[in-house]
């Protein structure tokens, strides 16, 4: 062995255990690296296996062929293949390697006393999150938390988490989408304000990733191998989670083999349903709401020119009758709309209309927010703090933010991007403070569809879940 | 055929002029190939610029340095707009090799209208990377391009390693000392191939330096004009 000075070894092992990654995200001088390397401590796997005539990305799973293509590499002066799926993290090709920690394992932190909330929870969810604790003590492989919109998860969560910290595991919490992390962040630092918390999102500043306790996308989890005991994958049912194969794939890799994985949703998709009937999935379902009030029940509103209206960007006439009727006309309100193109356009009009109207004396601000939208953090923001008086938005809101006491109104609820999930998301936006706990939701459409039906059945057996 | 930048499946659509022949396909679906920009209408004949007049003020600044205006003329593309931005930093940063294949027709296209009288002796001469930035991306996107050409490539030019043209803003780019070197004379005229014209410095180096070398004229074409 050389005189080469190591850096502490449970330093190493912090650093990269349960990380999988390539040579150029291992930022180790060439010596130490193949040091570690002959000791056994970082063990390779080729990034992009083949068997007989399918390959597959060991980084992100990916096994479709168009999404692989061949590249005459500079580096090995060959011609191989390589992943277009994960590139945005960094290329993976062929003639790479992909290494992970087989070196010691680093020990966690024990915490004695993890949790700093001290907030309450109801009986429900007192029950849910008790049956969670269990899962995580008695190892089990997965738990599927089935509650309605707004009664409040991530609380349903910390005791659950301060078990798992206590016994000094490493946990996971993983959502699709990246709004959600930055929401979840300063949430769960207050509630365990002694344990280290790191956001992994694409473009968070701190991508070190070495923490117990991690926030991430499931996104990000493509750059772990065996690393958490507790895994907690939130939304489910949400995009891209549930339309792209790698994500599931990678959640499932980061995993430990003892594992316990739990999965947060308000819409189950057919297959977790299924799986539930068959007593395949356990479960635990939370019908009321944590202020105890029942879902808002939608109401469906034909409208016969909406697709004309809507193609002169004009709100439907149905909509403008509703909005004078409105129970609470202090409300704010939340219009969702199908298309980018059309919440842009449509700004204009509704505002010069609602003006002329002049039966809403109150219209301060009217705005619109999409998901390319640069401002749109902020907006949304201004919509919480109630500075934007009716907000006009894509799909982007349906889920993952609370707002205290809106209306939510949809124009062309039939469109083929308001499936049942996304209705369900939607009508649970309305009535979620204790405050104001109703809300009026209004499904504006040109014949009725499948989903919408069945969103409004699926909403009033939740409420009769609920006991109302 | 599934769409190279949108990975949507694309359906041509059947017409006279593709019914009874073979056609190739486009790699790059409707939707996507409409928002990149194509250079239209007048332009600087130096640069390839958008503007109203015949050479625009960059260009005089550089006919002014005397010196360092060494090239015939520049022929460039697209716009620098989101979209080609977007698949650059893809296809250059990210490594996405295979989207290179997106700019082949154009290239051919584009080759054939401005430089088919220079077919006969003009040499493509992509501009290189440095060892170090090669040995990080592993492939050199202006040998790619030259590659599609239909006229004989050399890599004469070779480059010291140095800092990023794209990190230094105008004026370091256009102080800074000529980072290619060359190993042999040449007496064919040139058509230097690059991604990307922004301030022209880079191009004015190489052609600089071929000239120094024996080359009767140098061209340029670049797939971009930042």
């Given amino acids: ?468 | 055929m599934i769409c190279l930048w949108c990975y949507r499946e694309i359906i041509p659509e059947i017409t006279w002029s593709n019914l009874f022949q073979l056609y190739k396909p486009k790699p790059i679906c409707l939707d996507c190939e409409n928002e990149l920009e194509l250079l239209q209408g007048e332009r600087c004949r130096k640069c390839s610029r958008q503007t109203n007049k015949e050479i625009c003020s960059d260009c005089l600044w550089w006919d002014d340095n005397g010196a360092l205006d060494t090239i015939e003329f520049n022929y460039s593309l697209f716009a620098y707009n989101t979209m080609m931005q977007n698949m650059i930093a893809k296809w250059k940063y990210r490594g996405d090799y295979i989207l290179g294949e997106l700019f082949k027709t154009y290239m051919v296209e584009a080759f054939n209208k401005k430089f088919a009288n220079l077919k006969k002796d003009v040499i493509a001469v992509p501009i290189p990377l440095s060892n170090a930035r090669m040995k990080e991306r592993g492939f050199n996107q202006a040998n790619l391009l030259a590659e599609f050409l239909p006229v004989i490539r050399a890599d004469i030019l070779l480059r010291k390693d140095g800092e990023k043209q794209s990190k230094k803003n105008r004026m370091e780019r256009i102080l800074t000392d000529n980072p290619f070197f060359i190993q042999q004379t040449i007496n064919k005229p040139v058509l230097l191939v690059d991604d990307i014209y922004t301030t022209g410095t880079t191009l004015r180096h190489a052609a600089t330096l071929l000239k120094e070398n024996g080359c009767p004229a140098v061209y340029a074409i670049t797939l971009v004009r930042g």
Avoid at chain 1, 351 to 375: M, N, P, T, W
Wanted: charged share 25%.
């Fill in chain 1, 1 to 468: 062995m050389q005189d080469y000075e190591m850096p502490p070894l449970h330093e190493l092992s912090a650093r990269f255990s349960g990380k999988l990654l390539l040579r150029k995200e291992i930022p180790l001088e060439e010596t130490l690296f193949q040091q570690l390397l002959s000791l056994n401590y970082l063990t390779p796997k080729k990034a992009i296996t083949r068997k007989n005539f399918t390959y597959q990305c060991e980084r992100c799973g990916n096994q479709k062929h168009y999404l692989f293509a061949n590249i005459p590499c500079g580096i090995c002066k060959q011609r191989h293949l390589y992943c277009r799926k994960c590139i945005e993290m960094g290329r993976t090709s062929e003639c790479e390697m992909l290494y992970y920690w087989t070196g010691p394992q680093f020990t966690w932190i024990f915490h004695e006393n993890p949790c700093s909330w001290q907030g309450e929870l109801t009986d429900v969810q007192q029950k849910a999150a008790q049956r969670i604790v269990t899962a995580i003590r008695n190892k089990e492989r997965e738990l599927l938390v089935w509650a309605v919109c707004g009664a409040g998860k991530t609380e349903m969560l910390f005791p659950g988490i301060t078990d798992a910290l206590q016994m000094g595991k490493r946990v996971c919490l993983a959502t699709p989408r990246a709004d959600v992390v930055r929401e979840l962040q300063p949430r769960l630092q207050k509630a365990f304000s002694k344990v280290a918390i790191q956001a992994l999102y694409g473009g968070s500043k701190d991508k070190q990733g070495t923490a117990q306790l991690i926030i991430a996308t499931t996104h990000q989890l493509l750059r772990y191998e065996a690393a958490f005991d507790v895994m907690i994958i939130d939304e489910i049912d949400a995009f891209p989670y549930h339309a792209d194969e790698s994500l599931p794939f990678a959640a499932n890799r980061a995993t430990k083999a003892q594992c316990t994985t739990i999965y947060l949703t308000a819409t189950p998709r057919k297959r977790h349903q299924m799986l539930i009937n068959r007593k395949k999935l356990p479960h635990v379902f939370v019908p009321v709401r944590f202020h105890g009030q029942p879902l808002p029940v939608p109401k469906k509103t034909m409208c016969h020119s909406l697709k004309r209206d809507l193609s002169k960007n004009l709100p439907p006439a149905a909509f403008l009758k509703w909005i004078k009727v409105r129970q609470n006309p202090s409300r704010q309100l939340l219009i969702f709309v199908p298309s980018i193109t059309l919440a842009e356009n449509m700004k204009d009009h509704l505002y010069r209309i609602l003006k002329l109207q002049g039966h809403f004396h109150s219209i301060e601000k009217l705005d619109s927010v999409h998901a390319a939208d640069r401002d749109r953090e902020q907006k949304v923001r201004a919509f919480r703090e109630k500075e934007i008086f009716i907000l006009i938005t894509t799909t982007i809101l349906e889920r993952g933010v609370t707002f205290p006491s809106v209306d939510v109104a949809i124009f062309d609820a039939g469109h083929d991007v308001f499936d049942e999930a996304a209705l369900v998301q939607i009508s649970g936006r309305a009535g979620r403070s204790p405050d104001d706990p109703t809300g009026e939701v209004v499904f504006f459409h040109q014949g009725k569809t499948e989903a919408m039906i069945q969103a409004i059945d699926s909403i009033k057996k939740m409420n009769k879940r609920g006991g109302f």
